[in-house]
């Protein structure tokens, strides 16, 4: 499979305690990105990188959230001290340099965080 | 305001029928403009760009209406799987890699 992988799928914690995502892109893609979704809404931006550069993060990502890509390959979505409020599907996208352009992201199925 | 809104729906759509929706954009800036599909418990999917010309993929029809902001997606000839959240996602010149993404219209299509 040459798509895009998420580790864990689900993930349930209690409240403050750190949780870790991983995002494995397709290997020919520059830019990664992170998106959260809730229930009834669509994905909301949280950050992406170009190879290891992160580029943009959003004001959704408190200083709570730390997102990394050390070598432009795969990528870590880091929370720390977990809240209720941060339960969400954390999902991860990939695309070629044009992504922006041709709108062509393609996700991953999501890591499923619940926070208890 | 959000800056993708959409109707939520949902649209309760006979088999063979037709069926259209719209979404507002409020940034003026917004350059690209796309149709995403997400099944239930699925990941989103590109469906098709939006030009501004208009543009056909199938049964699909997508309008762009800049002087109102607003973009369409038509649908004809419904079938059992179109049903799914279509999600109308925009990108800005100065944000190329900052898709915003609507909250979607389900579409329910019914035998």
């Known amino acids: 499979d040459t798509g895009v992988s998420q580790n864990p799928r689900h993930k349930i914690t209690k409240r403050g305690q750190n949780v870790t995502f991983r995002c494995d892109p397709i290997s020919e893609h520059n830019r990664l990105y992170w998106y959260r979704q809730t229930l009834g809404q669509g994905p909301e931006f949280l950050t992406y990188?170009?190879?290891?550069?992160?580029?943009?993060k959003s004001r959704l990502l408190s200083d709570r959230f730390s997102a990394e890509r050390p070598k432009g390959s795969f990528s870590t979505l880091e929370i720390q001290r977990t809240e209720q409020g941060d339960s969400a599907m954390y999902l991860c996208?990939?695309?070629?340099?044009?992504?922006?352009?041709?709108?062509?992201?393609?996700f991953g199925e999501g890591s499923r965080l619940t926070v208890l | 305001r959000k800056e993708v809104e959409q109707d939520p729906g949902p649209f309760n759509v006979p088999e063979g029928a037709t069926v259209a929706f719209n979404c507002t954009y409020s940034n003026s800036a917004s350059q690209s403009f796309f149709w995403y599909r997400q099944d239930c418990r699925k990941e989103p999917k590109l469906l098709m760009s939006?030009?501004?010309s208009g543009n056909e993929d199938g049964r699909f029809t997508a309008q762009l209406n800049r002087a109102s902001q607003y973009i369409s997606l038509l649908i004809r000839d419904s079938k059992l799987s179109d049903s799914a959240t279509y999600l109308c996602v925009v990108s800005t010149t100065d944000s190329w890699g900052k898709l915003q993404f609507g909250a979607g219209t389900q579409v329910v299509v019914t035998p």
């Open positions: 990188f170009q190879n290891e550069a992160q580029l943009e």
């Open positions: 996208a990939s695309s070629r340099l044009a992504g922006g352009r041709t709108g062509e992201l393609f």
């Open positions: 939006v030009y501004s």
